[in-house]
DNA sequence: ATGAAAGCGCTAACAA
DNA sequence: TTGTTAGCGCTTTCAT
């Protein structure tokens, strides 16, 4: 079924149709709108928007980019994206490149054969600039931090804020003694972690005491490991973690030790994963407004897209969330 | 950036370049295929996916339609299903339908439009005999118990086989008193898991007893409420709960009643959610092959629009994953 | 071994 | 108020 069928149907042109299906009824008579528009309905007549991207050059479609949609923080970004899209009228294209430059590369090809109107991705500067050789896709940059030269659109989260709040939480609940754990990453986002950290503490006229932090992996074994090390060396009550795993770490060995949580130490932890509400205790948080990240990102890019002037950086504010670790 | 383009710097049609461009150069002297070949790579030529799927009626991409990826389930199934239509050279748009009707009929209609060779889905009956009524896109649905009429691919899961393997299980393991504790839902994977348990009780000749049978939520709840009125009244040493959640509760009210876990009590779950490994005993449970699911799905579907003859039912075994509450 | 031309279904400028 | 026509970028048949 196409327009021309429609147009035969009803004796008019497929310009005539063309029209009253897209509004551009200003001229039409009441009339002929209304038989159309019954044979449309009746014929079930479904539009073309293959057809209709090829001459005007839109394709109402985004693609998205990122690691892998079974990581939580990345299906909750889809769904953010999802979400605005829809409301915008965008599809959207899933791509799952596994944190792969060459599967980023081969994606962002598919995606700009296919005539995307955009992409949200978290990938390369590699990928990245490569592929905006080829053709200059409107892109928005998600979670990483790099900076590519021309108007690639970046989403980031303040993740100093983040411990910088989560520490000045702790202080606030009488804390006096306040370690850190976190990963020794030379990258963007583990250096700000800890210099939240370090901010909260010295706005604060507390010591900063090398004792009192332990920098390792993003895992819990390293909040095991870390806790018992300071345990052995110095005196804390509370422990600002870099991330949840951390966290959990962390309480196991203070469990381990018969030391309660968070009545002798108080325990904060990074990113709100899925398991953080279950623990035990339930553990106080910073949560990046994932989904919130994932909306501003189409957002940004649909300006992009439709030649807007925008700011091309967004830094997002994290959410403390409180529970009964602290 | 055009075909065209790229034939006249090679002084040749544009039919040539497509020749070469897909292959079909047989006929294509060795010094023009190279010569085409260098200006592609030298230009960065990227195709008009969009043309071409005007012309070939075909899009390479795909539709799925779920109720949340949020949902561990769910992004699981994205997951398998975008892996599998790229190693087949499709793209898969991404909708979520949060399970209403409206939206579901919404999304199949885009899709459609967007004319995409074919749609996985998790949707109700209505809406979709409603939209293949407007065009004969190939489905497959998805842990949907519902028959379509004509050739809609269905894939789901053993339920009772995975009940029925979960209390095998507590048998071997020298259960002699096994309660079973689940939803009352009146759909066909509830009713499938109480089946399994009851075939696997009289198979092995125990008494089937409706003390130790209580139904009522998938919830937390359900499970503690469950394990404790069967406490009261009837001895039991191990519990095939409906889902993970139930378990959850169970394993609730067995600690504070201080019996353990696996000691004097061993329990099952069902679905083995993200949360699952991390209890309290890591629970045993039985795992439904997501990821295979989406996989076979695309398979499924890939036939359908190839026309292939195809075995247009699938049903998929559970996995029974041992872990410390058995 | 290569090219001309038609046509996929749609929109829009222009004509009537 | 409506229709004619060209053209979006590609593939493919048929001719050369």
Known sequence: MTIKEIAEMANVSSATVSKVLNGKDQYISEATRQRILEIVEREGYIPNAIAKSLK??????????????????????????????????????????DNKES???????????????????????????????????????????????????RIVVDNEEGTYNATSHLIDKGCKNIGFISSANINKPSGQRLKGYERAILENHMSYDENKIFLKNYTIDTGYEGTMTMLDRTEIDGICCGNDLIAIGAIKALKEKGIDVPEKVKITGFDDIQVSQYLDP????????????????VKMLISIIEKKD???EKILKTILVERSST
């Open 56 to 97: 005007m050059k839109s394709t109402k479609t985004l693609g998205i980019v990122i690691p892998d949609v079974m990581n939580l923080f990345f299906s909750e970004l889809a769904r953010g994206i999802e979400d605005a899209a829809e409301k915008k009228g965008y599809s959207v294209i899933l791509c799952n490149s």
């Open 103 to 153: 599967k980023e590369e081969k994606y962002i090809q598919v995606l700009q054969e296919k005539m995307v109107d955009g992409i949200i991705l978290t990938a390369s500067e590699k990928s990245v600039s490569k592929s905006l050789k080829r053709r200059n896709t409107p892109m928005v940059l998600l979670d990483r931090d790099i900076s590519i030269d021309g108007k690639v659109g």
């Open 282 to 297: 339930p553990l106080t948080t910073v949560r990046q407004p994932i989904y919130e990240m994932g909306e501003e990102a």
């Open 310 to 312: 925008v700011e091309i």
